[in-house]
């Protein structure tokens, strides 16, 4: 008879919690990002938003619905998207504030910005929750879009 | 007659602090609630490092963190100033705002045009001791150009 001993998740600090996220997004490994996080872990990117005629697309929900899908579209659009991390701050509730860089080079449209091979590279600061059993419940992220806009070529302000 | 006489030296020159980074920071949120520039300044340190990403001020300074907080005040009279969460951690605390109010006057090279304005926003500070030495600011300047009716980036002041 073969025992199995039972799969334990070898806890980290939630600021090595969150270096390992941003590692995993160096390499694009959004399932490994999304698995980082909770079932229903929290997701708020603040400054998007996408102006329809008829409504407000936002980048509020869930990590698994909302979160992945704008993952996946950001390097789809950046096939070279890029972190870099300046600081990790975290305290002992699970609190972790990142400072950061992120870019790319545009290959494909990206909300209404035209793919014009435009590279960007924006200051972003991120807000982390990360919960005892060390996977991370919420995500926040801050950012000038305008710079980016800018970078791209992209000058309307929709 | 006393026997025993212990000069009392003041908390400030033995270097003791009564101050917490949180208390720090938000003594300068209030005072911006109040929008009392100067109240806010008195906690920050003449040598504080400001990075205003929006405004494209980097490596800033002293001078431009009180630009900074001028100009809002005045283009928006009626500012309204939400802090929805303050995070302490360590030296290093981040408090997320909402900042709200009626355009009165240009800002950031926006017309008046009496728009409302809100916008989320995320500021970072380094404090050391009971004063603040770092400053960095983050929010969509898209979103704001978007509220105060910009229409392109390229031409700001263009109505």
């Not at chain 1, 860089?101 to 035209?114: E, H, L, R």
């Not at chain 2, 408090?95 to 728009?115: C, I, P, R, S």
Request: hydrophobic share 40%.
């Amino acid at each position: 008879m073969t025992t199995t001993e039972p799969a334990t998740r070898e806890l980290t600090s939630p600021a090595d919690v969150v270096a390992a996220f941003f590692e995993a997004y160096s390499r694009h490994d959004v399932e490994t990002m999304t698995e980082m996080c909770t079932d229903n872990a929290d997701f708020s990117y603040i400054p998007y938003e996408v102006w329809g005629k008829q409504r407000v697309l936002r980048g509020d929900g869930k990590v698994r619905t909302v979160g992945k899908v704008i993952w996946s579209g950001l390097i789809n659009s950046f096939p070279d998207l890029f972190n870099v991390v300046h600081s990790i701050d975290a305290n002992d509730k699970g609190d972790v504030v990142v400072m950061c860089d992120i870019g790319g080079t545009q290959q494909s449209p990206w909300g209404f910005a035209a793919p014009k091979g435009g590279r960007f590279s924006e200051p972003h600061l991120f807000i982390f929750h990360v919960d005892e059993n060390g996977l991370i419940d919420k995500i926040k992220a801050y950012w000038n879009g305008a710079g980016i806009n800018r970078q791209l070529g992209h000058l309307e302000v929709d | 007659m006393k026997l025993f006489k212990r000069k009392s030296i003041p908390r400030e020159e033995q270097g003791i602090v009564n101050t917490t980074p949180e208390q720090t920071v938000r003594a300068f949120l209030n005072a911006f609630q109040l929008r009392d520039v100067e109240a806010a300044l008195s906690v920050v340190d003449k040598s504080v490092r400001v990075e205003i990403f929006p405004l494209d001020v980097r490596e800033g300074g002293f001078d431009d963190i009180r630009t900074a907080l001028t100009d809002i005040v005045t283009a928006f009279p009626d500012l309204h100033l939400v802090i929805k969460d303050v995070i302490e951690t360590g030296s290093v605390v981040t408090a997320e705002l909402k900042v709200e109010g009626t355009q009165a006057a240009d800002y950031a090279g926006a017309v008046n045009q009496e728009k409302h304005l809100d916008v989320d926003q995320a500021w970072r500070f380094t404090v050391d001791g009971d004063h603040i030495v770092g400053i960095h600011v983050y929010w969509c300047q898209n979103q704001l150009y978007r509220r105060l009716a910009v229409k392109r980036l390229d031409q700001i002041a263009i109505v």
